[in-house]
């Protein structure tokens, strides 16, 4: 069991897919198609596979696999894994396969061929697996930026609408944050280097001892360039043009599973290489967080168009992830962890059905839906259930996560928790009412003749479904994964619950 | 009256060197002996050949320390090598550009416009002068790396200098524009070289020796008249700043970069900026390095205006030769990062830097060459759109060019950059890293810009198109491709054969 590489051979998988796809002939869509489904749900299970070794109490890294790769400088082809990559990993690849089946015939409106989506697909894929993996930080960079490309071409390439300047948008606000955060990784090099030798392994780089001053600007390195990927209030505004552009399968894969990079890059680097920094800077942090929440949650009840609607939303939702992150507490984390995993299905539900009916109605505004229920109800039907579970109602995946982070917010900043409360309530107005009018009431002119789903898309969205209701009930398998994970890393890092009696503790 | 010494050569030290030049005179003899037909081959494949003899020969005594392979001028170090084979290696793929004689004035002493220019045009007789002179440009810029003492110094500056001004008026079409460009690169050029040779003569004032590790000496044991110095170390920099085309002496380098025959071009820019910079290091590491504090300050202003001048004025540029010219500018302020870390992990980077920057820049401007309409070729910004749906290869290899200047993980670029910001973070030089971080990010504006253009752009139905490239471009082109993307993901090869090589002798 040991002797085989999971990760790399994860990561592998669906770049052979690429190769063996950009070997098919440029006419034949559907094989291209074909190929790219395969692969992915070969991947997919191969990370359960994967998912089944990873031994849960073991609060090590779990399938390490170092090279050395570019020796000069220290630098390490290294990979593992922890509760929270492992689970970040498994939304990448349960994900793909999903997004290809839905998004069957997504590629037809594109400049370039199906087979060029696929391979830029399948190259995605290979990179998000390879950055939820990468304990190396230079490895990380590498992958950070590089998967900039693959979406950069997709949204561009194959969006609607305003493609190519969101996909520039996108490009340059990533860009941005990756240089400060590579002007942060040089300072990390260097001071390896004066304090025993030039390394980039994320554990050495935490023994570290750095000035607070210097802490405190390489923590902004970091820090802004996940803001911009997990987009925090004021770095979201490439978001909702990116999503709006974008097909509704590289949205999901964008909102899904890329902007978690931003989080997970919070959680795995700032929090454990700078943690004076983190202490000094989490009260500003929060106070964005919570702008996030609120702010997204106010633009999304006035947006007139679902895919800038469900972006909105999920600046609202990152808001509460980053909140439970820098809360500090075992529950905050295990729910931001918790949450990064439900948002990425609830987000594909509702983007994967928003995108249907766009592609069905020939418009994305809210104002040309109506009376859907009675036209398409099981369309109709999903796209409630998928709203609800944005709304993390009892039952669904999302109101566990909602409530640990809230949980975990409240014993140690009860007013960011209670102002945070808030968006739920608003969560319920930005998805009832944009469902109130395109779901109920009388069919609107141009809506009788909507098909409903086929059996591709019922196939597709099912799982998803399955998901959001199964860990809405029973979210234990995943908590027990994450937990021994982010309880480490807490003690690690110094942070220890506040017990109730000192809940109003202010550090 | 000392008697005199008969020089010393130790001929198989300077024999790369000599081989270039002994290729030269034999091509000067063949463009006037051979006859008209077999001319073209001839010149091509002779050059071709010295090139990959002079490489060989290099490659031989790779191992080599000698400071008295000609008199003390000259020092035969692992640093100079690496540098002499990289402008070597840039040489045969530029020489692969220029074999494309179609973009090269056939008779370059008719007036533009004359009968006599229609005439010879007709008669497809075409001049290969431009072998012999590429060859007199290289061993110039071979010398130069390698130079220890300033009149050496400014022999190979001249011998690299005069074949380029000669070479930038060559062009075939737009003559008018391309001799206006050779005229303006050679006033300047001259104007910057009386600023070296002014610069040279106070520091012999000062220290009473043109060599650099004389001048090193006086610096460190600061006798002497350190105004001399100061003044001394300022002419000098701006010769040499002139020609790595650095802000505010960059002036000459859009027009030229524009004005020449594209290989020219792509040849000049990535040799002449090697030539330069090995030089820049060489004399900065072992003649000044001990007025360091002097000069720092200055060169690190330089630097960070250099860089952000080049980046943002390239975001104005309509013209992709222009642009690419502008593009170098900044790439010069970043390269300038790394002759101010002053450390052995700064000329390290600032070699990989320079062979990473000169590859990928002979590719994007073999690129260039071949995007066309029946005028010649087109350089309009505009008339590119569209290419990625007409040449999707072409726009492809392109695109990673441009990544590889913007500095995209996994291309050479990349690799370059890290390794000399974190050189220049090493020194202490933060304030260059962060504005270098920055302008990157600004640079990166451009690039992207040309990638939208070509890719996410509806092509102009204006006849533009990309020619089928000549076997050479072809190799030219897939070998810089290759080496960007190499380079990339697995530099650890030539960073190793670079830091255990790469010392400059003092």
Known sequence: ?507 | MSGFTSPVLIYSLVAPILIVLGGAVIGVLVEAFASRKIRPILQLSLTVGTLVLALAQLWRVRHETSGGAAMGSVAIDGAGILMQAAILFMAILGVFLIADQENFTVLAAAVPGSDEEAHSIKSGEQLTEIYPLTLFAVAGMMLFPISTDLITLFVALEMLSLPLYLMAGLSRRRRLMSQEAALKYFLLGAFSSAFFLFGAAYLYGFSGTVSLSGIGAAVSASTGNTVFMLIGIAFLSVGLLFKVGAVPFHAWTPDVYQGAPTPVTAFMAAATKVAAFGALLRIFYVGFANAYWDWRPFITVIAIITMLFGSFVAIAQRDIKRMLAYSSIAHAGFLLSGVLALNKAGLDASIFYLIAYGVATLGAFGVVTLVRDSAGEVTDLNRWAGLGKRSPFVATVFATFLLGFAGIPLTSGFIGKFSIFSAAYESGNKAVVIVGVLSSAIAAYFYIRVIVLMFFTDPVEDGTSVIIPSVLTRISIVTAFALTIFLGVFPTPLLNFISSTAILLR
Request: net charge neutral; charged share 10%; glycine share 10%.
């Open chain 1, 1 to 507: 069991m040991s002797n085989v590489n999971w990760l790399t051979t994860l990561g592998l998988l669906p770049l052979l897919g690429a190769v063996f796809v950009a070997f098919l002939p440029k006419t034949n869509a559907l094989a291209a198609k074909r190929a790219a489904f395969a692969t992915t749900l070969i991947v997919a299970a191969a990370g359960i596979a994967m998912a089944t070794q990873f031994q849960r109490d073991n609060v090590d890294l779990q399938f390490v696999e170092v090279h050395s790769w570019i020796p000069t400088f220290g630098i390490n082809y290294a990979v593992g894994v922890d509760g929270v990559a492992l689970v970040l990993i498994l939304l990448s690849v349960l994900l793909s396969p999903i997004v290809v089946l839905a998004g069957w015939n997504e590629a037809s409106g594109g400049r370039w061929s199906a087979k060029t989506f696929y391979i830029l697909i399948l190259i995605l894929e290979t990179m998000m697996i390879g950055v939820f993996a990468a304990t190396d930080v230079f490895l990380f960079y590498v992958f950070f930026e590089a998967m900039l490309i693959p979406v950069y071409f997709l949204i561009g390439g194959f969006g609607t609408g305003k493609r190519s300047a969101a996909a520039v948008k996108f490009l340059l606000y990533s860009l941005f944050g990756g240089l400060l955060m590579l002007a942060s990784i040089i300072a990390l090099y260097v001071i390896s280097g004066e304090q025993g030798g030039h390394t980039f392994d994320t554990t050495a780089l935490s023994h570290l001892h750095i000035s607070s001053t210097a802490q405190n600007f390489l923590f902004l390195g970091f820090f802004i360039a996940f803001a911009i990927k997990a987009p925090l209030w004021p770095f979201h505004t490439w978001l909702p043009d990116a999503a709006e552009a974008a097909t509704p399968g590289t949205s999901v894969l964008l909102l899904g599973v890329l902007d978690k990079v931003g989080t997970f890059g919070m959680i795995r680097y700032c929090l454990t290489l700078f943690p004076d920094a983190t202490k000094t800077f989490t009260p500003v942090i929060l106070v964005l967080s919570v702008i996030s929440i609120i702010y997204g949650a106010f633009l999304a009840i006035g947006q007139k168009d679902f895919k800038r609607l469900i972006a909105f939303t999920s600046i609202s939702h990152f808001g509460f992830i980053t909140m439970g992150i820098f809360a500090m507490t075992s529950q905050g984390h295990s729910g931001a962890t918790l949450y990064m995993f439900n948002h990425g299905f609830s987000t594909a539900a509702l983007f994967l059905v928003a995108g249907w009916m766009t592609s069905r109605r020939g418009s994305s505004k809210i104002s040309d839906f109506g009376g859907l229920q009675r036209v398409t109800p099981v369309m109709a039907w999903v796209f409630f259930f998928a709203g609800m579970s944005s709304l993390a109602l009892p039952g669904l995946s999302s109101f566990v996560s909602e409530f640990l982070v809230l949980v975990g917010t409240y014993t140690r900043y009860p007013v960011a928790a209670i102002i945070g409360t808030f968006g739920i309530v608003l969560a319920a107005l930005y998805i009832l009412i944009p469902i109130q009018r395109s779901l109920h009431g009388p069919i609107m002119p141009g809506n009788e003749g909507l098909t409903d789903l086929n059996l591709r898309e019922k196939v597709a969205i099912a799982p998803v479904v399955a998901i959001i209701l199964v860990l809405g009930f029973y979210p234990s398998p995943l908590l027990n994964v994450i937990n021994p994970s982010v309880t480490h890393a807490l003690s690690v890092n110094g942070h220890t619950d506040p017990a109730p009696s000192i809940a109003k503790a202010g550090k």
